[in-house]
T-cell receptor, first 112, second 112 residues
């Protein structure tokens, strides 16, 4: 298994509170991604990183920010959580441009 | 909108039968990938086919790619109950900057 750890795995929070999800890898892969998975939408890309301090937006980035200060950690922050951000969030890593993704086990977030 | 769209959305077969899932996409691609997701787990990469390849095999998996029709198919031969999962295609579109776009998936159920 690729060395990817997501934390927390489950979180319940209230509308308006900040939430940070962490993705930690031990593979030293250059690329890291955050996706959300919702019924009827498959996986949608939120943000991704192609190196330390190098990040870019995906197709559903509104309401989310990311940071990557070290190769091994990619943080996803919801500054003020909304009920529409209730979802399962997956982190993925890739070691080269045209390669396969390795996924974490997901973080289930419920915003009440 | 999703780059890849799988068909059918759900498929139920008996053990030993073959399962075929199709994926259509909209833009030119560098490669197309298939992933599997067991319930409550992260996605696992199955196979990658490059735009200049037409067919690829891996064990009981056979993937075809028709770039003129912008479509791919995944065939699982001699299916087993353990193949029950959701299957997703993902496209690495030209000019996408190493981002994969996923379809909504096909839910495969293999009955013992």
């Amino acid at each position: 298994d690729a060395g990817i750890t997501q934390s927390p795995r489950h979180k319940v929070t209230e509308t308006g509170t900040p939430v940070t999800l962490r993705c930690h890898q031990t593979e030293n892969h250059r690329y890291m991604y955050w996706y959300r998975q919702d019924p009827g939408h498959g996986l949608r890309l939120i943000h991704y990183s192609y190196g330390v301090k190098d990040t870019d937006k995906g197709e559903v980035s509104d309401g989310y920010s990311v940071s990557r200060s070290k190769t091994e950690d990619f943080l996803l922050t919801l500054e003020s959580a909304t009920s529409s951000q209730t979802s399962v969030y997956f982190c993925a890593i890739k070691d080269r441009g045209a390669g396969e993704l390795f996924f974490g086990e997901g973080s289930r977030l419920t915003v009440l | 909108s999703q780059q890849g769209e799988e068909d059918p959305q759900a498929l139920s077969i008996q053990e030993g039968e073959n399962a075929t899932m199709n994926c259509s996409y909209k833009t030119s691609i560098n490669n197309l990938q298939w992933y599997r997701q067991n319930s409550g787990r992260g996605l696992v990469h199955l196979i990658l086919i490059r735009s200049n390849e037409r067919e690829k095999h891996s064990g009981r998996l056979r993937v075809t790619l028709d770039t003129s029709k912008k479509s791919s198919s995944l065939l699982i031969t001699a299916s087993r109950a353990a193949d029950t999962a959701s299957y997703f295609c993902a496209t690495d579109a030209e000019g996408s900057g190493s981002r994969l776009t996923f379809g909504e998936g096909t839910q495969l159920t293999v009955n013992p």
